[in-house]
């Protein structure tokens, strides 16, 4: 597979946010990546449920996500954004059907609700939106991978 060199993601820059979302809760789990990857070498982790057709529930995903330390081998919405910027051609080598979650950076909505940074084609057009997961209604298949750094998994 043809490689491409994320380098110039700006982690400092605020994530991009809208109104309905509050502050990052989890500051102290966020990934922190490093300075430059390939998107060749980023694993597509699969849950046990998410395997052979199979579904797992958003909150189950989470809590098995935090209790075993995962976060901060995520990708985030900076790096979905990072993702976007290069173009649908891009996406398409990497991730042709699937939907990104940036797991890096989870935040609250208004509501209170977990929302996950998302990056996916609709129609030829790459979409960054936050996607609520703490219901137990949200079912993730393998098109939704744990995106996750390889040189940070233990």
């Known amino acids: 597979m043809q490689s491409t060199v994320i380098g110039d ?4 820059a605020p994530l991009p946010l809208p109104s309905w979302i509050e502050e990052q809760p989890f500051p102290s789990i966020l990934a922190r990546p490093p300075q430059e990857y390939n998107l060749a070498e980023v694993e597509q982790w699969l849950h046990e449920e998410q395997k052979d ?6 909150p189950e995903l989470f809590g098995y996500l935090l209790r075993n330390n995962m976060f901060g081998s995520c990708l985030s919405a900076w790096d979905l954004e990072a993702i976007r910027e290069r173009g649908v051609d891009v996406f398409r080598r990497f991730f042709t059907g699937k939907t990104l979650l940036g797991w890096g950076s989870i935040a609250f909505d208004v509501r209170s609700r977990v929302v996950v940074a998302r990056l996916r084609e609709c129609n030829g057009v790459l979409e960054f939106d936050w996607l609520p997961v703490d219901s137990p209604n949200v079912r993730l298949g393998a098109e ?3 995106l996750r750094f390889l040189p940070m998994l233990g």
């Open 53 to 58: 057709g199979g579904t797992v529930a958003g």
């Open 144 to 146: 939704y991978p744990v």
């Open 9 to 12: 993601v700006d982690r400092t």
